[in-house]
């Protein structure tokens, strides 16, 4: 029986995190209208896009393949996410924005070491 590495652990909840997050985007009508609240263009688009990029690389962290590639994209969209989600909360103050940021950076975090370990 193979023993499970910290690396495997790490592959395995990043892409739990983005596989969820992506088929949860597909299914909620909610993130359409969040998407252009936020006043990203063509946010139908931009969350089938988002969701369908975040199910590849999930699986492809999640099976070990290209490990190193799949990181870059969601990387992108993680930076995204927080300048327009979580930097406008500034305004309320640091530890607000920590707060609600939180996963935010844990999967920066994560994904970075992925990159850099692969």
């Known amino acids: ?6 690396m ?12 969820a997050s ?6 909620s009508p909610n993130f359409v209208g ?3 609240n ?10 089938l ?10 699986i492809a962290i999640l099976f070990h393949y290209y ?3 799949a990181t870059v994209p969601l990387l992108v969209i993680m930076i995204i996410a927080i300048l327009v989600t979580k930097v406008p909360i500034l305004h309320a103050g640091f530890f607000q924005f920590a707060f609600e940021a939180r996963l935010d950076i844990v ?12």
């Open 1 to 6: 029986m193979k023993k499970w590495t910290s």
């Open 8 to 19: 495997d652990l790490i592959r395995y909840v990043v892409g739990y995190v983005f596989l």
């Open 22 to 27: 992506a088929i949860l985007k597909l299914i």
């Open 34 to 36: 969040a998407f252009a």
């Open 38 to 47: 936020f006043g990203i263009p063509y946010p139908e688009v931009s969350v």
């Open 49 to 58: 896009l988002v969701a369908i990029t975040e199910i590849i690389c999930g």
């Open 67 to 69: 490990v190193k590639k």
């Open 107 to 118: 999967m920066i975090v994560l994904l970075s070491i992925l990159w850099k370990e692969n």
